[in-house]
């Protein structure tokens, strides 16, 4: 399938707006957890998923 450049740049900003959203959730949630005194489990998806869209975003914009 190929894309537009205007597609990729509107991928690109949903990605963007993905990783902002993941990233602020995580944060609220570490932050909430934190509040209680509990210890979090497991790992933390949504910081991970952020990071991956960023990786993406930024692959796609610049062509790689």
Known sequence: ME???DEVALVV???QDAAFYRDT???VVR???RKRGIE???GDEHRAK???YEALATR???GG
């Open 3 to 5: 894309l537009s450049a």
């Open 25 to 27: 959730r995580s944060r």
């Open 31 to 33: 932050s909430a957890v």
């Open 13 to 15: 900003e949903a990605l």
């Open 50 to 52: 952020a990071r991956a």
């Open 40 to 42: 979090p489990a497991g």
């Open 60 to 62: 796609l914009k610049t």
